[in-house]
């Protein structure tokens, strides 16, 4: 059954750290690029960070050297997390992963719940 779910957000002061943690059900997201997305109200989702099914890392400038994109595919559900490091205010945000592109079902993006962060002292 096809399933994101998002967790590990939270409140955190400015230089704190999180780790989010996404579990993908469906066969298929073992053999994809997977990404963690962010939004804030009012804006577009954008992508933070990529891993290819092989595991070649990719991410945004503001997020490069402050976050870890990583994935088990050995597990079911495949699970990808996102270590955050340096957390800066403009980080915060609902956090959903998903593939690269985004998952498509019929004619709509399938997105899971997300996990807020929000960075505040």
């Known amino acids: 059954q096809l399933q994101l779910v998002e967790s590990g957000g939270g409140l955190v002061q400015p230089g704190g750290s999180l780790r989010l943690s996404c579990a993908a059900s469906?066969?298929?997201?073992?053999?994809?690029?997977m990404g963690w997305y962010r939004q804030v109200p009012g804006n577009q989702r954008e992508l933070v960070a990529t891993?290819?099914?092989?595991?070649?890392?990719?991410?945004t400038t503001s997020a490069q050297g402050r976050f870890t994109i990583s994935r088990d595919n050995t597990g079911d559900p495949v699970t990808i997390t996102l270590q955050m490091n340096d957390l800066k205010h403009e980080d915060t945000a609902v956090y959903y992963c998903n593939s690269e592109p985004p998952f498509v079902v019929g004619t709509n993006t399938y997105w899971g719940q997300g996990t807020q962060v929000t960075v505040s002292s």
């Open positions: 469906a066969s298929d997201f073992r053999l994809w690029n």
């Open positions: 891993i290819t099914r092989r595991g070649i890392k990719d991410y």
